[in-house]
DNA sequence: TAGTGGTCTAGACCACTTC
DNA sequence: AAGTGGTCTAGACCACTAG
């Protein structure tokens, strides 16, 4: 890790958040579990403390582990048993955490559309697996959800018999870093197959959320569209 | 600043952070000034360089300074010619950046509403101003505003001829900070005048944007609910 | 009591901007 | 050439957690 610096660009304590995020992909450190400590680590990779300490910064504000004063550092798991993923920002008309029964209806291998392969950054002849969900909240329908997923990000996803319901859950079972998101919210008419599963009138104005999921080296990994009633959902803001 | 370590709970940093915000807060940084050096800086409160830089980065992630090497530091200013503040998220069904005329309707002193008090953390006595507004964008309204400001943190607003168009310009002549803002958005039935000011039909649905903006102290700054045309407005996101 | 992350210091060298 | 912020090091002490 100390090599010549003159012919260094990236700053070292990037370059020792490079190799800590590499031993975090390949599962060498699972989620939930814990790093070794600040000594070890900075002894094995031959840098300074200083160093070290700012690269886990780095990563702790790209919010990939948890540092725990006098306990440890560890690598930051999806919670399980959220409905909602971190990145979904709607709430039931309640603003209660929308915590319903979750449908997968239907989950199939095909070819991307035009926009898909644009948004997702697809070849040709990459396929792609649809999922189609319905989130209820307090017994009634909350969301109308299409997710479509590269095949070569998920393997095997598409004959698998259960199935995550939502981003983090799925992005975990395949080990995949999400890091962020970005997205808009609109009204548009609701399409047959939205006005049903939200038992509102063909063509109704709904809600909309068009989203796309990038992971830690900034390639999408999913792009989602979902559909909620205008009546019982909002969309919750926190901006800086 | 340097006293006996054993009675300081906060941090020495943050302690520094808190010394450099006192003073952009009383004008002494003016908005696109520049700070003294860290050199100077760290010498004049006594502490080591690299507690001072570490205040500096805290300023820096709470965007209020910006740090260019070989410049210097820098008081965030606010970017005037910006229709919209970087607390709003709503953008034209086109996707540019809302351009357009503003029309300030009213300003008027009044008293606030149980809802007004409880957000803006009023007491019985206090006064707000309440500014109505128009945007338009490619000629054709693209926002109705009704904001409401707590008369205290604004002395003399209601009495002034020209009337920043936005939240940044607003607290920038008065000398505020704004950190964050937090806020819904939802579908909602047209009330009368925001029908009127975005040309559709009475009790239509259009989209509205409630928000609440805090100032570095996290105090309520100013109270916001903005309505837009359904077919015209969507909400962009940026999720982590 | 041993181990962990958090704070603080002092000093060196670097790339970059400005004059 | 002088000044700025950015990087990197080495070492000290602290509060907190856990066995």
């Known amino acids: 890790m100390n090599e010549d610096p ?10 020792v958040r490079d190799a800590l995020l590499a031993r975090i992909k390949d599962g060498k450190w699972r989620p939930g579990g814990n790093l070794p400590s600040e000594i070890d680590l900075y002894q094995e990779m031959g ?11 780095v990563l702790e504000a790209e919010q990939l582990i948890v540092r725990e004063p006098g306990r440890g550092t560890f690598v930051r798991g999806h919670q399980r048993g959220q409905t909602l993923d971190r990145f979904n920002p709607m709430r039931g008309a309640d603003g209660l955490p ?48 299409l997710v479509c997923l590269p095949e070569r990000r998920f393997p095997g ?3 698998r018999a259960e199935i995550p319901d939502n981003l983090e859950g799925l ?19 609701a399409s047959p197959a939205a006005a049903a599963a939200l038992s509102v009138a063909d063509g109704a104005a709904v809600l909309s959320l068009e989203r796309i999921a990038f992971d830690t080296d900034d ?16 969309c919750r803001l926190e901006m800086r």
Do not use: C
């Open 219 to 234: 390639q999408p990994v999913e792009a989602m569209t979902a559909y909620f009633d205008l009546r019982n959902a909002y």
């Open 98 to 145: 929308v915590g319903g029964q979750v449908k997968t209806r239907k989950v199939r291998l095909g070819s991307p559309t035009g926009g898909e392969r644009a948004v997702l950054r697809l070849d040709a002849s990459d396929k792609v697996v649809r999922i189609h969900r319905i989130r209820l909240h307090e017994r009634r329908p909350f969301a109308y959800e």
């Open 47 to 57: 840098v300074s403390l200083g160093t070290l300490r700012k690269a886990l910064g």
């Open 157 to 159: 996803l598409a004959a």
């Open 171 to 189: 992005a975990q079972a395949w080990g995949i870093l999400v890091a962020r998101a970005e997205g808009q919210v609109r009204a548009v008419p």
């Open 6 to 15: 003159k012919f260094q660009v990236r700053p070292l304590y990037l370059q």
